[in-house]
């Protein structure tokens, strides 16, 4: 067990406030990069490829990242971290400036910078158990949550009008800027230490790898603790799942103006979500948070799929993205809570790279699953149309209508035999670190 030197919510708001406006910052930068890659190679290959290199190096690396977080300082590590997205971001200008900017160096630099935030995520988000009272943690991460939910809202808008004002080379000066002003806050802001009694020689060894293998027997010693990052894991597959389809779903009836309102509409959902959480933070247990968001976001995913109806998406999807800060912060909180700060890092990174692979797992099949299965079941003459279509309808949109009512199904299904299994149901109970 460990005992922490806790400060208190007014260290971290400032690293809070640093950190939402380098990812404002960020967030902008990558916008105004996929327009820029999208008119310059006019391929969706080459978007998704620079996708997939923003996410997938972090992924593969996520438990030596989460080794290596757990081994040295959280706040130099956080500070390193941040230097180096900056340093990535510069390149990027410099390239851009000289006009010598290539489609595969976009590639190269967005994977090192996807390196740089795989150590960002565990060393920020052990910070938070760091710096603030475990009684605040919800709280935080909702600040936290409405941080993202924010530069989710504002930073399309604020893309498209920078573009147009001070252009590419203006926003990638921007976003250093934004660099420099967390960098800044980092150097200042004092961590608290804390102590060890359990891990000490440990975080001594000389093996990375060793340190890996303990903090997977460390999560499978804690079944508890297992069951909310496998809960995680699954819930971030169920949900990319109809993340993908969403839009050819909506397109498939009406028009681009409308998905962005409905964006839009999802988008202050999130914002609202993760408003109540740093209101009302511990007024509700996380466990109850937890489940009953689960249940509400299937809920919502079904009744997407029951109808081509503008209005009866937009309240889904409202109340689905309002649930969804409330069901990562409940799963954060309680990891944070439960698991020894020295080995948080891993902890965190683990899970990271299971639902990094579960995602992924979601983009490959969902799009076949959809164009060669589904959408022939639900077209005019298929062979379910005359039975599941007289209910929600054939033609173009209403197979992938069918998916989202199993995958609501499933994902109701899901969380009621997840209450069941008591180390998760009861993971509360479990001693705070």
Known sequence: MEVRIMNDMGSFIPIWFGKFISTVGSSITGFALGIWIYQHTESVTDLALTTLSTTLPSVILSPVLGTLVDRFDKRWVLFMSDLGSGLCTGALGILFVTGNLEIWHIYLIRSVNSICVGCQVPAYTTAITLLVPKEQLTRANGLVQLGSSIAQLISPLLGGILIATIEIRGIILTDLATFVFSLIILFFIQFPEYQTTTSKSILKETSIFSEIAFAWN?????????????????????????????????????????????????????????????????????????????????????????????????????????????????????????????????????????????????????????????????????????????????????????????????????????YQYPPLRLVENEPDI
Do not use: H
């Open 218 to 418: 460390y999560i499978q010693t804690k079944p508890g603790i297992l069951g909310l990052i496998m809960l995680f894991g699954m819930i971030n597959f169920l949900f990319a799942f109809v993340g993908v389809l969403t839009v050819p779903l909506v397109m498939s009836f009406t028009s681009a103006t409308v998905m962005g309102l409905l964006m839009s509409i999802g988008g202050s959902g999130t914002l609202l979500g993760s408003l109540a959480l740093t209101i009302w933070g511990e007024s509700v247990s996380n466990i109850n948070y937890l489940f009953l968001s689960m249940l509400l976001s299937g809920l919502c995913i079904l009744v997407v799929g029951l109808q081509a109806k503008v209005w009866l998406i937009a309240i889904a999807g409202f109340f689905f993205f309002f649930a969804t800060p409330i069901i990562s912060s409940s799963i954060q909180v309680m990891l944070q809570k439960k698991v020894q700060i020295d080995v948080q890092g891993r902890v965190f990174a683990f899970s990271g790279t299971i639902c990094g692979v579960l995602i992924s797992l979601a983009y490959i099949i969902s799009g076949p699953l959809a164009d060669y299965v589904f959408e022939p079941l639900m077209a005019a003459g298929g062979l379910l149309s005359e039975s599941v279509g007289q209910i929600i309808g054939v033609g173009q949109g209403r197979g992938i209508g069918l998916m989202f009512l199993v995958m609501g199904g499933v994902t109701m299904l899901f969380t009621t035999l997840a």
